[in-house]
């Protein structure tokens, strides 16, 4: 079974939608493989979004990614990276499906409650990024 990385964002902890988040996506058939709460420091929050250091939101994203708790965790299932992306909707809320996590909850582009690995190389990048192998529960 395929492992994804999600991230349960500073919005989505400060709003009080940890337990609404959890619960859709254990709904959707993903199983929670670890969990934890964390607060990235801004050279943290750089490293993990290294790939968009270019673009002009870069310095909006860290503030917002360091503005308080974040909630990493393991999510498996088949075809998890993919599946994932499409329960939780398109970046922007305003361009997400119906029924998607992100249409349901998320502010706006930035504050989107969630984040998803893009891809499966990605997903273990950022997996190993939260996550020492021996935490991780299979
Ligand atoms: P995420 O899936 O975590 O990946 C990169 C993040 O950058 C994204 O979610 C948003 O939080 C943020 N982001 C992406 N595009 C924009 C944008 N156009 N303006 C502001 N923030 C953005």
């Keep these: 079974m395929d492992l994804t990385l999600a991230i349960l964002k500073p919005d989505c902890v400060r709003r009080k939608l940890t337990g ?3 619960d859709f996506i ?3 058939g993903f199983k929670t493989l670890c969990m934890k709460k ?3 420091d801004r050279p943290q929050a750089e490293a993990f979004y ?3 250091k270019s673009k002009n939101f870069f310095n909006d994203l860290i503030l917002f990614m ?3 708790p974040c909630i990493p965790m393991v999510l498996q299932k088949e075809e998890a990276v993919t599946e994932f992306r499409e329960i939780i909707g398109a970046t922007d809320p305003k361009k997400a499906k ?3 996590l992100r249409k349901l909850y998320a502010d706006n582009v930035q504050e989107n409650i969630i984040h998803g690995s893009d891809s499966m190389e ?3 990048k950022e997996i190993a ?3 020492p192998l021996t935490e991780i529960i299979s």
Excluded: W
Aim: charged residues 25%; proline residues 0%; hydrophobic residues 40%.
């Design 66 to 68: 360091t503005s308080g």
């Design 26 to 28: 254990e709904s959707k």
């Design 20 to 22: 609404k988040a959890i």
């Design 129 to 131: 990024f939260f996550f």
């Design 98 to 100: 119906e029924g998607t």
């Design 122 to 124: 990605n997903a273990k």
């Design 50 to 52: 290294a790939v968009h």
């Design 38 to 40: 964390v607060k990235l």
